[in-house]
């Protein structure tokens, strides 16, 4: 099951990936590669992805416990330790010019954007699959697309605060959350009998 999620999430994120990368406006802080803010959003993300899939995985298996929730904790971790380090960083930076990223309507915009193709294919994955909870199992698969949209999106929106581009991105992978659960508990994935 991990290795079809991931074949299907692959399959579904390289061509997004790739319009970003090929069509769209690339964010002009790459023209000298990733700075440390880009790199632990990409990391960030990334960890958030693991942990949903690995989540999904252990949701198909029969008997799973609702303490599955702990398969989550690496990420508040990882983004709690990114802002500490964003504020020694920079402290006399205001909070306010913190929170207030370039186009931050649009970034998110765009990442529930390239996230629904991704949350298509998986659930296209994850069909006929039988769940004990598929609002649990959808609510993952929405984490598991937003998140990796969020590091998609890295390419195309400016980073210009770990602290804001984490409260813009968490926005996006929040609402495709939200949608995965609504559509996996109502229309997509089928519950136990």
């Avoid at 020694?88 to 998110?108: F, Q």
């Avoid at 926005?171 to 996996?184: K, R």
Wanted: one cysteine or more.
């Amino acid at each position: 099951m991990a290795f079809t999620l991931i074949a299907g999430t692959c399959a579904a994120a390289l061509p997004v990936l790739a319009v970003v990368i090929l069509l769209l406006a690339r964010t002009p802080e790459l023209d000298h590669g990733f700075n440390s803010t880009q790199a632990l959003c990409i990391a960030t993300w990334l960890t958030v992805s693991a942990s949903a899939l690995w989540l999904i995985v252990e949701l198909t298996q029969p008997g799973a416990s609702g303490g599955l929730w702990k398969l989550l904790l690496p990420a508040p971790l990882l983004i709690g330790g990114g802002i500490a380090v964003d504020f020694a960083r920079t402290p006399n930076n205001p909070l306010g010019s913190r929170l207030m990223p370039l186009n931050s309507g649009a970034c998110v915009t765009t990442a529930v954007l390239f996230s629904l193709p991704i949350l298509t294919s998986v659930f296209y994955v994850l069909r006929g699959v039988v769940f004990a909870s598929p609002l649990l199992a959808g609510a993952a698969a929405g984490l598991l697309a937003g998140s990796i949209s969020a590091t998609i999106s890295i390419w195309h929106c400016p980073a210009s605060s770990y602290l804001a581009t984490i409260l813009w991105q968490s926005t996006a992978v929040a609402a495709v959350t939200a949608l995965g659960a609504y559509l996996g508990w109502k229309y997509v994935l089928t519950p136990a009998p």
